[in-house]
């Protein structure tokens, strides 16, 4: 009986070695195991539609081009999911931020992170400092306008729900009350068309609606930072541990240098747009 008692305790012993060596190759983010998902095995990432240039390409998200893109699939890579394991889904930008469950893992879809958005929801730290901006048409009245209090007079608008609109009336204030529109393209039709002089929309926005989608249109100028810069964060449930997962992967995405060669490649630079003051 002593000889099978000890093989006993070897194979025992072996087996304990095996499962350290195993959760010892799984760690430092290389590996999915243990993350809160809604769909074990998959990471479900949601955006909205339509989904805009210069923050996605084609109107389609799960082609890993646009920066909102290419920022998901990084992150998603370090917390150790394939391309093909990233499922995509659609939420609209108003109903991302209400409370209660969440049928996604996250929602990236220029969505900047407000004191009054956290009360029902999580989110991740800043992966872009924000600058909004006045984009108008050349004939516009305000085309040649160079600071805020110029802009007063004006009639602005920008779509339901967003920073953009808080923006106009922080820092422009503008006698006229703003138009609020559905989405931005209920918005740019508006300004074409007449019944307002300019949009307000975050600054790589800006530059892809001047340079490809509104002929004859220009950036009036962006708005200053005032105190600390508005930021875009990835949108979790209320009280997912997913997002400490998340943060480790933009962090080291941030170290590498990863993140800024992702801002560079898609946001280009932000020159042309000058401050107003």
């Known amino acids: 009986m002593p000889r099978p008692r000890r093989l006993t305790v070897l194979a025992l012993a072996a087996a304990a070695l095996l499962a350290l060596a195993s959760c010892a190759g799984s760690s430092g983010g290389s590996s999915s195991d243990g993350l809160h998902l809604v769909k074990s095995g998959q990471l479900t990432v949601a955006t909205d539609s339509p989904a805009y240039a210069p923050w996605f390409s084609d109107g ?56 009054q958005r956290q009360q029902a929801v999580d989110f991740s730290t800043g992966y872009y400092d924000v600058s909004q901006a006045v984009v108008a048409l050349k004939s516009s009245r305000i085309a040649d ?50 019944p307002i002089d300019g949009i307000v929309v975050d600054l790589p926005t800006a530059f892809q609606l001047t340079s490809a989608e509104i002929p004859d249109s220009l950036i009036v100028g962006q708005f200053p930072t005032v105190g600390a810069p508005e930021q875009f964060g990835l949108l979790f449930e209320k009280g997912n ?27 280009g630079s932000q020159a042309g747009a000058p401050v107003l003051r």
């Open 145 to 194: 306008v160079k600071t805020l209090a110029g802009l007063k007079g004006a009639k602005f608008g920008a779509p339901v729900g967003t920073t953009s609109l808080d923006a106009i009336t922080r820092q422009v204030a503008p006698v006229q009350q703003p138009a609020v529109f559905n989405d931005l393209n209920d918005a740019k039709t508006a300004m074409e068309n007449g």
């Open 241 to 267: 541990p997913l997002v400490r997962n998340v943060n480790d992967a933009l962090a080291q995405l941030t170290s590498s240098g990863e993140l800024r060669q992702l801002t560079e490649q898609w946001l």
């Open 60 to 115: 389609k998200p799960a082609n890993g081009k646009g920066f909102e893109s290419a920022v998901a699939f990084a992150v998603a890579a370090k917390l150790g999911f394939a391309p093909d394991k990233v499922h995509w889904v659609t939420e609209p930008f108003n109903s991302s931020f209400a409370p209660g469950p969440k049928k996604f893992d996250f929602d990236i879809n220029e969505i900047s992170i407000t004191p």
